[in-house]
């Protein structure tokens, strides 16, 4: 099973309180109280390789 896509991860960032901060190119930081997460990758509605999925599952608490 893929990840889901760029737009999916940063829907659910959202609805779950992150708010985005900063970005530089296509890496963008999104905070929530102390949690930092970088959504790393073009946000055109791709999917993340498996390793940038799983680090944000990690960064995000999932």
Known sequence: MQPPTYREIVARLRREGFRKVSQNG???K?????RVVMVAGHHDGG????????RIKQDAGW
Request: aromatic fraction near 12%.
């Open 26 to 28: 296509s890496h963008a």
């Open 47 to 54: 999917h993340p390789k498996e390793g940038t999925w799983k």
């Open 30 to 34: 999104y905070v929530k109280g102390d």
